[in-house]
Structure formats: C-alpha cells, structure tokens
C-alpha cells in the first residue's frame, strides 16, 4: 500500500488553487483547479462540491478532440429568428409576448454560444476521464499548454527514442487491433421518412388546389410525423453502416423543413405587413399569389428531397444486398 | 525505463492514434479525420508499481502487525501506536498512519486533502435568506433557521478552493433585516390599538 500511495505526501501540504481557464454548465458547473502536484477536477452544484484529483506524476496523456460544432449554427439562426418575432412582436403592440421572445433569443444564443466543439480526455493507468470545462476549443488552448507545463515539471518530456519505440509498438498494436465496427442500420424509418414525404406532396397539392379541412389535417399529421421521422432517422443512422449520401440526404430534409418553416413565418409576416389593416384572418394570407408561389417551391423542394431519398435508398439496399445464408438441411 | 505502452484512442470515434501523431500540435484522426491533439508523458511508458506484501514472521520474539498477524511489524502507527507490516503502512503527512486511522480521520473531516465532497453551508443560507421572500411570510420562519445556520456553520468547512464567506455575511444581514421588519410589523400592530 505505501508503494501505491507513494505520492500522497505530495498532496498533504496545504496548497493554494490556481484556476485553469475553462469551465462549463450552468447550475453544475465544472472547473479544473491547479495546486502543487495535482489537478483537481471540481463539479459545483448549488450546495455542494465534488472533488476529483489527478496527480501530475500519474497523467499519462491529454487528448483533446476537436468536434464538428453542429447545434451552434441552428441555436444562432434561432436566436436571430426569436429576435426578428420578439421585434415583430413589440411593434404590433405585444410587448409581453415580444419580451419573452427576446429571453428566449437570449437563452439560444448563450446555449449556442456555450455548446461544445472540443472534448479533452486525461488518460492515468487507471481510468480515462473526460474534463468536461475543456469544452471549448479556446478554452481548451489556454488550458493545456498551462497543464502540460505543470506535468513535464514532475515527469520531464518524453525522449525522442521513447517515442519512437512506442512508434513501432504502436504500429504493431494497430495491425492487431481490428477496427471498430459500424453499427448495421436498416434504414426502414428512411424509407417510411421519405416516402411520407412524397405523401405529404401529394395530400398539400390537393389542398392546394381544393380547399377543404380533412386534407388540411390530414396533410400537418404527416408532416408532423415526416419531422418525428427524419429526426428518429438522424439518430438511427449515426455510427452506423448506412451510405453517406442517405445519410447526407436525412440532414438536407430536416434542415429544409426548418428552413421551410422559417421562409414560411417570414414570408406570412411580410404580407400582413404589406396589407396592413386589409388582414382578414390566416385565409387572408394563404390566398395570397406570393404565399401560394412559396408554397408551389416547398412543395416542389421537398418532393424532390423525398424521390433523391428513395432513389438513393434503393441504391443503398441493392449494393448491400447479400444472398441469403445457406439452410442447414438435415436430410443432407 | 520498461516500455510498455498502452492504446491511446481518439475522443471522438475510439480508433487508434498512430504514435507519429502524438505529441504534435496539428494532426488528423485517421479514421473519423477530426484534428487531434495527443499529448503523452513519460508516464504513460512506465509500468505500474507493485506493492510490498509485507515479510512474514521469522523468529518468535517478532513483533507482528495488528492487522496481519502472520506478518512482521516493520514501524508503528504514529496515531494509535498499532505495529503494521509493510502492506499496511501508509506514510501521509510525513508520518506513518494505518489505514483504519486515515479513515478515522478523514471521516472526521481532519484530512481536508482527502476530502472528496463538501457542503456549501454558505450558499445554503443565502438561498434560504432570498428564496422566501418571494412568498414573504415564511421568512417567519426563515430567517431565525438562516441566522441559525450561519452561527453554526461559521466555522464548518466550506469549499477547499479559495472562496471568502460574503455570503454568509449576506445571508445574516438579510436574516436580520427580515427578523427587524416583522419585530417592526408586530409593534406597529400593537401600538395602533
């Protein structure tokens, strides 16, 4: 056991923290503290404190892991779209609506602003452990250089020979380590996702030209149920072995069909403006030639989205298309 | 230096980093190709310790440890003066404890390094001095528990990174100030009959 502990002494004297920069969540927050021979991972609720330590001479590596920074974009385009409502809000005299508005542009921004687009793990011979206040990639920058500098103190820098050595081992351990599987989908939700799409065309070009209640509903249940789909597919497909243009093709619908939703909001506020005190309700609106083009391109786009989708999961299924494993016959 | 090193993998998809990557400052996993940044030391090449399991008693006058009684005493307990082998002496604090003390103490709350949680006593406070002022006569109640609270907790350990105790200072003036208001509430009351 005191072979095991040997660096305990270490931690004993009483240190002074010194902040590294970074840090993440907003009722828990996590930080990263330095003091004499150890780092100490910090998770603050509102009344309470944990405390993790890693110790400078058992940091084995830092691998810090730029990420593709997906939400942050739609959280800006939703901050800048409740920002445009909450405007449109005050000036048409809804000045409680309008502020709530403005709270929530406020709130997706920070979240956009503050979502993650780096992960850095700290490997000891024990455990792998995410730092969960190195979530930015600026943060992160100025964090590791301080905490690199802190551990060489302790450990001194790796030898070139070493390196090279765990170079050739490494090499050896990637040829035996076979590569991660990806996961089999088969893609059932894609082809019901875009074959409503095509539905919903069809039932919103009938509504179009007859204006009648049923395939109203009937056309916003599967539109509904085409969102819950792409999004369920999104999630299906990830890490899995489903072509990258299906893949691709799931981003576009689900992107379109909040650009669509957002085009539409924008294009019914500039035509009640435009008609000023002549609004007589949504059908107003809806009756409105520059309404009815756009409605002409959503439903042209998003058909198109719905074949390439089908096409390309045709595709996908008649490349991947294997005989059926032979049946083992008793009679032989 | 034994060399035994271990997988290093991506964050992001777990597949192997090519040791020519690590210790760079720009590279690409080479799998899911999202830029990396390796930094491996020299730790990561040794092998871990192994820990000393204590000789057994030899001769009859050895003193033995008081958990292991097959195995010979080699220093006591600067604690509770208990002989321990080489397995169960623990040198912390530059002296020898055994393990039963190390977890006497840190139960206590003695060894504040081993600590691995702490209460925020100070913040407790200062929501239960803020909070109910929202529904205004709970602070009946509140506010005598908040003063309470600081006075108990003055002195408890409170977060082991730098932090100052403003907010128990707060926390008492917001107390006092709600205890004076109702005191002030219940004489206006009596002395205007």
Request: hydrophobic letters at 45%; aromatic letters at 10%.
């Amino acid at each position: 056991m005191a072979g095991l502990i040997h660096n305990l002494p270490a931690m004993t004297s009483e240190s002074q923290y010194r902040r590294v920069p970074g840090r993440s969540g907003l009722f828990v927050r996590d930080s990263l503290w330095i003091s004499a021979g150890h780092l100490l991972s910090v998770r603050r609720n509102p009344f309470s404190e944990s405390y993790r330590r890693f110790y400078f001479s058992d940091i084995q590596t830092i691998v810090i892991t730029e990420l593709p920074d997906l939400l942050s974009p739609y959280g800006y385009a939703a901050a800048g779209f409740l920002i445009v409502t909450a405007v449109a809000l005050i000036y048409t005299r809804y000045p409680a609506w309008g502020s709530l508005c403005t709270i929530a542009a406020l709130a997706a921004f920070i979240v956009s602003r503050r979502s993650a687009d780096c992960a850095c793990y700290l490997q000891t011979s024990v455990s792998t452990e995410l730092l969960p206040s190195l979530r930015k990639r600026v943060d992160a920058g100025k964090a590791v250089p301080l905490l690199k500098a802190e551990i060489e103190k302790v450990q001194g820098s790796v030898s070139a020979e070493v390196l090279e050595a765990g170079s050739v081992d490494s090499r050896a351990r990637r040829l035996a380590k076979p590569k991660p599987e990806l996961r089999h989908c088969g893609g059932q939700v894609h082809w019901i996702a875009f074959a409503l799409i095509l539905v919903w065309g069809t039932l919103t070009s009938m509504s179009m030209k007859v204006v009648s209640f049923p395939f109203g509903i009937a056309a916003g249940v599967v539109s509904t149920a085409v969102l819950l789909l792409l999004i369920l597919a999104a999630i299906q497909q990830r890490n899995s072995d489903l072509a990258l243009s299906v893949r691709r093709a799931v981003y576009v619908g689900l992107a379109f069909y909040l650009a669509s939703g957002l085009v539409s909001f924008v294009v019914s506020i500039n035509i009640a403006w435009r008609l000023g005190t002549g609004v007589k309700g949504s059908v107003t609106i809806m009756d409105n030639p520059a309404f009815k083009a756009f409605q002409l391109v959503d439903l042209i786009a998003f058909c198109l989205v719905g074949c390439v989708g089908l096409i390309l999961m045709w595709r996908h299924t008649r490349t991947l298309r294997t005989p059926p494993p032979l049946a083992v016959g008793n009679g032989g | 230096m034994p060399f035994a090193p271990e997988y290093l993998g991506c964050s992001s998809c777990n597949a192997p980093i090519p040791a020519g990557d690590w210790n760079r400052e720009h590279a690409f996993c080479a799998a899911c190709r999202a830029p990396i940044q390796a930094l491996v030391f020299p730790a990561f090449f040794l092998k871990p310790g192994t820990a000393t399991s204590g000789t057994p008693v030899l001769e009859a006058g050895d003193a033995s440890c008081f958990y292991h009684p097959l195995k010979r005493a080699i220093v006591p307990c600067d604690h509770c003066g208990r002989f321990l082998c080489g397995l169960c002496q623990v040198e912390f604090l530059g002296q020898n404890w055994c393990p039963r003390c190390i977890q006497a103490s840190s139960e206590k709350g003695q060894l504040t390094h081993l600590g691995r949680s702490r209460t925020l006593y100070d913040n407790l406070a200062l929501m239960l001095a803020i909070v109910p002022v929202v529904l205004v006569f709970t602070t009946v109640i509140t506010a005598p528990i908040t003063l309470y609270m600081v006075a108990r907790y003055w002195r408890a350990p409170s977060s082991i990174l730098p932090r100052t105790k403003i907010r128990f200072y707060i926390a008492a003036l917001l107390a006092t100030i709600q205890i004076g208001a109702w005191i002030w509430l219940v004489l206006f009351i009596i002395y205007r009959r």
